[in-house]
């Protein structure tokens, strides 16, 4: 039986009625229809489900949406669009890091919450921090210069 | 080189934005209104009659809408090749767990998954079997009791299970063995492998109001499931549209009909669209993996060097359904070295497991991981260095390859050179630590490729190529015709396409869209040039050859201000006495070119435990011209680290009582993630081709080969043993190291005497 879930996702209030079941995945794809967000496994291994539930990444296939009653919910379409590209997204452009594209917002997700937490770091320090996301394409050297080159851009724009 | 203005440029994909702000839309995207969910019900059992099936439960689940079986399918067979020994829903008999029996079309997917649980099917089991060696022996169990009554079976073999033979002969290899100073025999085994692909299998169809049938799918191959469709539910062809959306990695999986079929069966059943998206877990059990192989090489070498004979005998595991083009090995048995006498021979043996799908010329990395494994032991064993002994074996240009065709001019041996150098070959590494090199030979693919161009009124022009947009190839393809008219690359446009829009297309796969397609765009480009200059010449009142062209303009060659913009020439081309310019190429058959790459691993082997890191990786191929560098990295790269994860850490496991994946998770099946990697590292070798667009070579496919192999040879160089059998783990190593490695065999004799060699 669905129940009232109240969420905010990407500034904007959301009012729905959503399964006890359902996983905030499916309810952001499903039931907001926000399609951004992919669902690769479903059960926590791959990352390609990457959104922030109160400033911290989550996968969020292994979140209950109704745990998430009143939470501010940012998907890769709040991270930035067409108009307003967030540096992170920009780099991953201007470096070739992706291919087919579908691990792709989990992983910038990933890696712009990494940024935040250590704006400054290593290549090995990189690997370890999108180390969760898993991507069959690129082989991850690309992906790995593009977070660095946007830690580099956001730096300089402090 | 050629200075050129749109290729061998870093520029930004044309589809890149719209993935890194999530608005690209992939099949599973796809919301219509009155949409169902569809689940499969696979069977239980390895091989057993059907005896019946109940959906009377299921069918009263409320929110459930229509259940199919294979008994609602016309009856005809088809299969991925000439062979047609599938049904596309079993009807009264399956060969495999994991074959689907049936359907559920329900609101959601909940519900259609509980309806599943509801349904009743009663088997009764027959026998199976499982391990390919056996299924060889003559009284094994015909997974096919009626092959031979199969559409495009031709085997007289006496072994039923048996259902290809590819071979390969030259000179007289069992004279040149006689002749030989030394003789080297070693197997090697690959496993299984799953192609990993982050985007789960997905499709929605709907049958419009016209009666005819959409079907959006995440696909490789939009026109090879439109054929197929139109076989398996026999309608016309002209009735059915595939639309290919966004493709979330595919490798070889998605160039065939997979499961679109079912849901299209459901949508003209319940008059709604109908989606149908893949478990993870289904993807492990329900889509055609890549089944072990075993690779036996016998090799003749004079005391100076000289290979001069090779025999290799390949076992193919096929699974149930002769899914994919299994045998792509043996045209490689001879690796990129020249060998005047060889007999190569591959077996495709069908076994009561889940159907082998495409990988990446996965045959090839098979092949080569036992090839440049052996080539190294015998260099080691016969006091040679490696790299020296390859490269005085190394094919040349003119020599006659495997295929027949002359071996045109190529980069191997600079590709060699570039590794040698960047490594500072020959090297030694303190204890523990490795080098080793693998040398990988693939094609240019060819098939079917067409192109149209059109110009625009403002000079811009519009591309349409049926090719699935496969990593940048549309990007690739849209610079082959800027370049070809002095355009940029933002004035090229290309469509969004469908089956009904774009003329027949191959599948975009086996490293056939650069080379092949984008030939077709070129020379589609080149005619458009032609018009342009005529309808210049005919304005400026000139002959076609007073004219030059560049930076979007036509003019006098001895009068240089007298000329005509690209956007003056498409507004007057719209109302020209020709009409709007617009012209199409179409080819089928390139030739022959050669691709070849060089490897090096550097490797650390933890004694204690056998885990192997790679320390260091560095790879140079030969790609003609990079249409675009980065690009071109970016295939070289991931190409690099699924061969990696075939090296060290992937493993499909199947049961070897009842041939069920095992190993059906990301938990249990592991990729490499970014902690697990060097950065990589490429040399861009180029050597134009002969034919390919402004000498582009293929490039996709070659870097996953030589990994396995290059790793191996690093821990011989580590800890001085040899690891036959793939994944390098940690036990084998291990096992290795202790002298207790399993040996594995194949009885050549046996199988020469079946073929009656």
């Known amino acids: ?158 | 080189m050629v200075d050129f203005k749109v290729l061998e440029k870093n520029l930004p994909r044309i589809d890149a934005r719209d993935k890194v702000t999530g608005k690209a839309v992939y099949a599973s995207d796809l919301y219509l209104p009155g949409m169902l969910m569809c689940k499969l019900l696979a069977s239980t059992y390895s091989h057993a009659r059907i005896i019946s099936i109940d959906t009377t439960q299921a069918e009263s689940l409320q929110g459930v809408r229509a259940i199919i079986t294979g008994q609602d399918f016309p009856e005809i067979r088809f299969g991925s090749g000439a062979l047609k020994d599938r049904y596309i829903m079993a009807r009264d008999e399956v060969f495999y767990i994991g074959e689907p029996v049936a359907a559920v079309a329900a609101d959601d997917e909940i519900t259609a998954q509980e309806a599943l649980d509801l349904i009743k099917v009663v088997y009764e089991a027959l026998p199976s079997v499982i391990d390919p060696i056996t299924a060889l022996t003559s009284d094994a169990p015909p997974v096919h009791s009626n092959v031979a009554d199969y559409e495009g079976y031709g085997f007289t073999l006496g072994n039923s299970n048996v259902c290809t033979l590819l071979d390969s002969d030259r000179g007289d290899v069992d004279q040149a063995f006689k002749d030989a100073d030394r003789v080297f025999e070693e197997t090697y085994r690959s496993q299984g492998i799953n192609q990993g692909f982050l985007e789960p299998m997905a499709c929605v169809t709907n049958v419009e109001a016209n009666g005819r049938l959409t079907v959006w799918a995440s696909t490789q191959g939009p026109y090879q499931i439109r054929t197929q469709l139109a076989g398996v539910l026999d309608k016309p062809l002209s009735s059915i549209k595939v639309i290919p959306m966004e493709l979330g990695g595919g490798f070889g999986a998605k160039l065939r009909l997979a499961f679109e079929a079912f849901p299209a069966l459901l949508s003209f059943k319940t008059g709604r669209p109908v989606k149908l998206i893949n478990s993870r877990e289904e993807v492990f059990t329900l889509n055609g993996p890549r089944l072990p192989v075993t690779n036996y090489l016998k090799t003749g070498v004079n005391s100076d060097g000289t290979i001069i004979a090779r025999e290799a005998y390949s076992i193919f595991d096929v699974g149930a359904y002769l899914g994919a083009g299994p045998n792509s090995g043996v045209g490689h048995g001879l690796g990129a070295y020249n060998i005047p006498n060889f007999r190569l021979r591959s077996f495709g043996v069908y076994t009561n497991k889940i159907y082998v799908g495409s990988y990446r010329a996965s045959g090839v990395a098979d092949m080569t991981f036992a090839v440049e494994s052996h080539t190294d032991s015998i260099a080691r064993q016969m006091g040679f260095d490696p790299w020296e002994f390859r490269i005085k074996n190394a094919i040349k240009e003119g020599d006659v390859s495997v295929s027949g065709a002359r071996m045109p001019k190529n980069g191997l041996v600079e590709t060699l050179q570039a590794v040698k150098d960047r490594l500072g070959l020959p090297k030694r590494l303190e204890e523990g630590r490795g080098v080793g090199i693998a040398v990988c030979e693939w094609r240019s693919g060819s098939g079917p490729s067409t192109a149209s161009i059109s110009v625009n009124e403002d000079g811009t022009v519009s591309l349409l190529t049926g090719s699935v947009d496969i990593s940048g190839s549309d990007t690739s393809l849209a610079a082959i015709a800027a370049e070809t008219l002095g355009l940029s690359l933002d004035q090229v446009i290309v469509a969004k396409r469908d089956t009904d829009l774009a003329p027949f297309t191959g599948p975009s796969g086996g490293s056939r869209i650069v080379y092949s397609q984008g030939t077709a765009v070129h020379r589609a480009a080149e005619a458009v040039k032609e018009r342009l200059y005529e309808l210049a010449a005919d304005r400026l009142g000139v002959q076609k050859d007073a004219l030059s062209m560049s930076d979007g303009r036509i003019y006098i060659e001895d009068d240089p201000n007298q000329g005509l913009s690209f956007t003056q020439l498409g507004t007057l081309s719209i109302n020209s006495r020709s009409g709007p310019i617009i012209a199409t190429a179409s080819l089928s058959n390139m030739p022959y070119d050669p691709v070849f790459s060089t490897q090096a691993a550097e490797v650390m082997v933890d004694k204690a435990t056998g885990q192997v890191k790679v320390t260091r990786y560095v790879q140079a191929q030969d790609v003609g011209v990079a249409i675009n560098p980065m690009s071109v990295e970016g295939q070289l790269e991931g190409g690099v680290v699924q061969g990696i994860g075939r090296a060290l850490t992937e493993d499909m496991q199947l049961d070897s009582e009842t041939g069920a994946v095992k190993t059906s998770s990301l938990s249990t099946y592991l990729m490499p993630l970014a902690v697990d990697l060097p950065a990589i590292e490429n040399i861009l070798v180029k050597v134009p081709s002969v034919d390919g667009p402004f000498g582009a070579r293929a490039v996709a496919e070659p870097p996953g080969f030589g990994p396995p192999a290059a790793i191996a040879n690093a821990i011989f160089d580590a800890v001085g043993v040899r690891v036959r059998e793939l994944p390098l783990s940690g036990e084998r190593v291990l096992a290795a190291l202790a002298g207790e490695s399993i040996e594995i065999r194949l009885d050549v004799d046996a199988l020469k005497k079946a073929e009656g060699t």
């Not at chain 1, 997204?89 to 919450?113: K, N």
């Open chain 1, 1 to 158: 039986m669905k129940k009232p879930l109240k969420l905010n996702v990407n500034g904007e209030e959301k009012q729905i009625l959503v399964e006890p079941y359902s996983s905030l995945l499916d309810t952001l794809r499903d039931d907001i229809r926000l399609t951004g967000t992919k669902k690769g496994c479903d059960e926590g291994d791959c990352g390609a489900c990457t959104v922030f539930l109160n400033g911290k990444p989550v996968t969020s296939c292994m979140v209950l949406a109704h745990s998430a009653h009143d939470a501010d919910v940012i998907t890769i379409e709040g991270l930035g669009n067409l108009d307003d590209i967030h540096p992170v997204q920009q780099a991953f452009v201007d470096y070739g890091g992706l291919q087919c594209g579908f691990c792709i917002p989990g992983l910038i997700m990933s890696a712009t919450a990494f940024l935040k937490e250590n704006p400054d770091p290593t290549e090995e320090e990189v690997r370890f921090g999108i180390g969760g996301n898993l991507c069959r394409c690129t082989g991850y050297s690309k992906v790995v210069e593009a977070v660095l080159a946007a830690a580099q851009n956001i730096n300089n724009k402090r």
